[in-house]
């Protein structure tokens, strides 16, 4: 298994694992889609995102893999009541993995984690649905 | 002088109604009335600007609009109103007049499911 998808199988199972303020239902894809209609139910959707190679020492080789976690949910209201909820969700979870080593893959240490975007307004506007994507890098030095 | 334009557009959106519509029912909250909708642009469409693809059918329904009478007041739309056309829901995202006279309503939504009872 590539070491991204192995990184990322990891993520999955650190954030089944994990307790929120609110249950999530967490899947890994290569090609993330999502109707609309399905998203009535919180979703959470992990994807390989990128890899950067760089060398670590004359004989180690440092991968910063980063892996995209996307918060989505249909909104019954646009209230903060509603979408504050959320937001606090995702950035739990990016506190749940701040200079965290995955526990079904140590060799990787999150080093970084960026919200992009911390919530899509457009989505909002046109889709009555909260988006935010967590970026998490993690590091893996062989 | 009567208005020769507004009443062709009157007897126009009759026809429309009594022809060319299907009967919905508009919901909003715990209040619900049934309107003949005459079915608008219908497409597919997706938004892939972050990481997940979102997919969703766009309809837009034609309604006049003294048939939305909600709790026996007239009403304007609302966004987040839904639409129930058979067993499919769709939710209010964008209204607008669709003609000169104020007589019918476009409403421009998006399908969020099944309908939930």
């Known amino acids: ?142 | 002088m009567a208005d020769l334009l507004a009443q062709g557009a009157a007897w126009l959106e009759q026809q429309r109604t009594k022809h060319l519509a299907t009967t919905v029912t508009y919901v909003r909250g715990n209040q619900s009335v049934e309107v003949a909708a005459t079915i608008g642009r219908t497409k597919v469409e997706a938004d892939d600007g972050h990481v997940v693809r979102v997919e969703f059918t766009d309809r837009d329904f034609l309604i006049l609009a003294v048939d939305l009478v909600l709790n026996g007041q007239p009403s304007e739309p609302e966004r987040g109103d839904l639409i129930r056309e058979g067993p499919r829901e769709f939710e209010v995202l964008d209204w607008r007049y669709s003609d000169p006279y104020r007589q019918t309503l476009r409403l421009t939504t998006k399908h969020v499911g099944a309908t939930e009872t």
């Open chain 1, 1 to 142: 298994m590539p070491l991204i998808t192995q990184v990322a199988e990891a993520v999955v199972a650190a954030l089944n694992a994990a307790t929120f303020s609110q249950p999530i239902t967490v899947a890994r894809s290569y090609l993330p889609r999502v109707e609309l209609a399905d998203l009535k139910m919180l979703k959470v959707t992990v994807v390989p995102s990128s890899v950067t190679v760089a060398a670590a020492s004359r004989s180690q080789t440092q991968r910063d893999v980063a892996i995209d976690v996307a918060v989505q949910k249909k909104l019954g209201q646009e209230q903060n009541l509603s979408l504050d909820p959320l937001l606090a969700l995702a950035e739990e979870i990016a506190e749940h993995f701040r200079v965290k080593r995955l526990d079904s893959f140590p060799g990787a240490l999150c080093v970084k984690t960026e919200f992009k975007p911390i919530y899509a307004p457009e989505h909002i506007e046109q889709l009555r649905t909260f988006t935010s994507v967590l970026t998490l890098t993690f590091r893996v030095i062989e």
